[in-house]
């Protein structure tokens, strides 16, 4: 594996491609013999077409007569049918193979996009596992369909008609060699040069999208900050390099070219000699020589297409490569599934640290929460609250500590569900929305969910659940939105359930009725939730209070409420409530490692 640097996702070395690609097409391996089988017959076929000229003319040259030469024709004219109609067999099973093992790569590598950490995402920047998943897909799916039926048969043709040439005659075949030499060279000289060139154009326009993307996402701070002149300089300089390179590579493919027209040049000149001496010297017939020089010409196709394709196999290569090295990125299985019981699994924070690009966002927080239990987050922007979520969900990893759920380390294979406020409604219709999260529910199954959280608007819509909603039919607000992703942890049925400020998009109107839905989400479920409106941490088991990265307080809303500390400032200010002053019974728990906490019965 190529070391990345800090930013960029790796890329396969030529010897894990190569073995990644073969391990791929071992599962279709009587197809893919059968398709070489097919397209070796259609150049045998299709190589016996200078001879049966060359035998022409002799025919003719002899006075054999029109039989014979008639005879001839026919046999030419069924041969070249034949690599026709093999040619084509062989190209239509090729393909099929292709795209099937193009197919598994692509699915791989989106899945192992998806998995990828956000942390990992961002500090490679989001456009080079745009461009990994699209761009690279798309330069090995045209090589897979166009290129390869077309580069494995003048393989075969360029092998075949050296063989036709030595029967021929060996000298003339020796003399077609001259040009070999030249090919060899230009073609060492062209993928030795060219595979960094095409590296670093992907690198480069991976670069520049990342920061067109950066362009459009944030252009109202752009504008905001007047900050447009550089933000429109920083394009066009990674523009420039980017095109800069793509010059570079025109350079090198036009020298290429240009070496192949020389190389042929310089083999078709030799055979032409060398027959005109053998025919002057009578060792060879008009027609051995003619069939010699056509087959010679004929290569002429076969090795351009071989040797020109190579400038479309470079960048599908590294196209591969780069897909390989995305697959790399992510576990291939899932780890063990977290402990489960009928009230969740707990979830248990052991003295975790973590900082963005050295920042501290945590430091040493500790937390338990027992199974069946509800938690809440709250503290000031930036205190914390959203990387502990993300730990929890384990889509991060801690720099120190860990985070554990039903007893196992959470990661991405076996973390808390997660709901956050950036929910993305999908194309498609509601029940397409909805069995994202479990494919084999039943109509009753999801008529039920969203029952169960008060979604009733959606059997209000014109086709209800089978009604297409998004860019492309009827558009849904926040908190329809924010509806379905919480309907859908109630068909996946997680042990143990993430909310980062699930309603914070919502409405005064709506969010009551989301209030209602997360609580019947997370009833029985082990449950964090980060709270943007206090009423979410009133009805919680358990409240933690982060401030800078640390635990502040962790108790109860009554026992926070009367500590007279900062949930209790927070709570005045959110009701307008002054709360009693703080009795000498009433303690702040501010634990360096927290107990178990078990909830009350009921919750206020």
């Known amino acids: 594996m190529t070391p990345p640097s800090p930013a960029v996702l790796p890329v396969a070395e030529a010897r894990l491609t190569r073995r990644e690609t073969l391990r791929r097409l071992r599962s279709h391996r009587a197809r ?16 016996t ?42 190209g239509r099973l090729l393909t099929t193979v292709t795209q099937a093992v193009l197919a598994g790569l692509r699915e791989d590598a989106f899945a192992a996009a998806l998995r990828l950490p956000p942390a990992r995402i961002e500090a490679s920047g989001t456009s080079d596992v745009v461009s990994r998943v699209t761009r690279d897909v798309e330069s090995v799916s045209e090589a897979a369909s166009d290129l390869l039926p077309d580069l494995l048969d003048s393989v075969l043709a360029i092998a075949l008609t050296v063989v036709a ?37 992907r690198l480069l326009e991976s670069e520049r999208g990342q920061s067109v993307l950066e362009a459009v996402h944030g252009a109202d701070t752009v504008r905001a900050y007047r900050d447009q002149e550089r933000v429109l300089a920083t394009v066009a300089e990674r523009s420039e390099r980017a095109i800069g390179r793509q010059r570079d590579g025109v350079r090198l493919r036009n020298a290429f070219v240009g070496g192949l027209n020389a190389a042929e040049f310089l083999g078709l000149s030799a055979v032409l000699a060398t027959g005109f001496a053998l025919l002057s010297a009578g060792e060879v017939t008009v027609g051995t020589a003619t069939a010699a020089a056509l087959a010679f010409h004929r290569l002429f196709g076969p090795i351009g297409a071989v040797l020109g394709s190579l400038d479309d196999v470079q960048r599908a290569t590294v196209g591969l490569s780069r897909l390989v090295g995305l697959t790399t990125q992510a576990p291939t299985a899932p780890g063990p599934a977290p402990a489960d019981s009928a009230s969740g699994a707990g979830v248990e924070v052991r003295e975790v640290s973590y900082a963005y690009d050295g920042r501290p ?11 069946g239990t509800t938690m809440a987050l709250v503290g000031a922007s930036g205190s914390g609250k959203s990387t502990l979520a993300h730990l929890v969900a384990g889509l991060t990893t801690p720099d120190d500590g860990e985070v554990l759920l039903g007893g196992a380390p959470a990661d991405r294979s076996r973390g808390a569900y997660l709901v956050t406020q950036e929910t993305h409604l999908f194309r498609g219709t509601v029940a397409d929305n909805l069995t994202l999260a479990r494919p084999d529910a039943s109509r009753d199954e999801l008529v039920a969910a969203l029952r169960d959280i008060g979604a009733h608007w ?12 998004g860019a492309d039919g009827v558009p849904l607000d926040e908190a329809a939105v924010q509806h379905l992703a919480l309907a859908r942890v109630l068909l996946a049925d997680p042990p143990a359930v993430v909310l980062d400020e699930a309603t914070a998009e919502s409405g005064t109107g709506p969010r009551a009725a989301l209030h209602e839905a997360l609580a019947s989400v997370t009833r029985d479920r082990t449950a964090l939730v980060v709270a943007h409106h206090l009423h979410q941490a009133r009805r919680a088991d358990l409240v933690a209070v982060l401030a800078d990265g640390r635990t502040a307080e962790l108790g109860t809303h009554e026992e926070l409420s009367a500590a007279g500390g900062t949930y209790a400032d927070l709570w005045s200010a959110a009701t307008g409530r002054v709360p009693p002053p703080p009795s000498p019974a009433t303690p702040v728990v501010v634990p360096a490692s927290a107990a178990p906490h078990v909830p009350h019965e009921g919750t206020p």
């Open 32 to 47: 893919a013999v059968s398709a070489a089988a097919a397209l070796t017959a259609a150049a045998a076929a299709a190589v």
């Open 49 to 90: 077409a200078p001879p049966l000229l060359g035998a022409i003319v002799d025919a003719v040259l002899d006075d054999a007569g029109g039989a014979r030469v008639v005879a001839l024709g026919a046999v030419l004219g069924l041969a070249t049918a034949a690599a026709a109609l093999l040619g084509l067999l062989g």
């Open 165 to 201: 040439l030595a029967v021929l005659d060996p000298r003339l075949a020796l003399a077609g060699l001259l040009g070999l030499p030249v090919h060899i060279y230009v073609t060492r000289r062209f993928l030795t040069r060219s595979r960094p060139v095409y590296r670093d154009i």
């Open 361 to 371: 966002a945590l430091d040493q927080v500790s937390l338990r929460i027992a199974p």
């Open 458 to 469: 959606a059997f209000e819509l014109a086709d209800g659940l089978d009604t297409r909603v």
